[in-house]
């Protein structure tokens, strides 16, 4: 489970990477060809697809390492075993918050799935909410193993 779980990180991390580089390229092959008075109006939509993809992975990829900017004015106030407490219930917040965007964004697809995106029909607007469940649901694993490792270590007298 634990090889699987780091094949699904480095995925990831190559998946976000390559989407950023995409959107990149796209926008700027975009410009080029609107420069040249041949405009390539999907480079834009498909960029668009990209940059939802690619937030959600990276958002992931952030809440995992712990740099996502954050305030410790209360935790820092309060005594080892209150911070320990306050921890776990803002675990639980985000959970619960993450449950109900996999759940909204599965519901989004679902509703979604005959719409073409942006003017491709070979293209299903469903590709582009997918980005919640599936990002909700990698955030979601990152939330839960912290909230374990918390609970795991012993709580401060």
Known sequence: MRRLYEYILRLETVLAGLFLILMVALIFLGGVARM???????????????FAWSCFLCADIAWR?????????????????????????????????????????????????ARSFQGIPEISYSWVTMSLCVGGLLLLITTLMKLRGLLRREIPA
Do not use: E, K
């Open 36 to 50: 040249l008075h041949h405009p390539l109006n999907w480079t834009i939509d498909l960029a668009t697809c990209f």
């Open 65 to 113: 390492r712990d740099a996502l900017m954050r305030i410790d004015l209360v935790p820092s106030r309060l005594s080892p075993r209150a911070a320990h407490w306050l921890a776990t219930a803002n675990y639980l917040i985000i959970s619960g918050f993450l449950i109900y965007v996999i759940y909204a964004g599965a519901w989004l697809s679902w509703v979604s799935r």
